[in-house]
């Protein structure tokens, strides 16, 4: 029987993942706090970069609405480091190299021509844990305003 996808409304999948500061993170130390989870699929590309300095650009108004920003992808650590040096990002970058916590929340699939890999997914998890937005199919470029908008309206 197939896996059921995650939906607004569910628990959001528990996950452990190394950051780009070399900590382990998990769920559990954002309870409280409104998590914006986004899933992206290449360091340093065009489209992920946009993503990425979008939330850089109004991530002090997010955390100002009492939210987090963290962002997931399978790249390394190593390349995390890189990615935020390079444009000067604000915010918790997670590895994820064998996918899993990707699959989990159902951000894994047919990218078309870049074939099966990471999906552009955001998640937004209130304060006890649940998924209360999920945002998919929106230009990168326009993500992190997308977010902004639904925070300022339910946080």
């Known amino acids: 029987m197939p896996k059921k996808q995650i939906g607004e409304g569910d628990p959001a ?14 769920n559990a130390e954002f309870e409280g706090k409104y998590l914006v989870v986004y899933f992206y699929p290449k360091d340093n590309t065009p489209g992920c970069t946009a993503e990425a300095c979008s939330f850089r ?27 935020i040096s390079k444009h000067k990002l604000n915010f918790l970058l997670l590895s994820d190299p064998e996918s899993k916590v990707i699959k ?13 890999g990471t999906l ?3 998640y937004i998890i209130d304060k006890t844990g649940r998924i209360v937005k999920i945002l998919e199919n929106i230009k990168p470029e326009e993500h992190a305003q997308k977010v902004l908008e639904y925070l300022k309206e339910h946080a």
């Open 13 to 26: 999948p528990e996950f452990n993942l190394k950051g780009s500061d070399g900590k382990m993170h998990s």
């Open 57 to 83: 650009d109004v991530n002090d108004e997010i955390r100002k609405l009492g939210a987090e920003v963290i962002g997931i992808s399978n790249d390394s650590v190593d390349s995390h480091n890189k990615f």
């Open 104 to 116: 989990e929340f159902g951000a894994y699939g047919n990218r078309g021509i870049f074939g099966i």
């Open 120 to 122: 552009r997914k955001t």
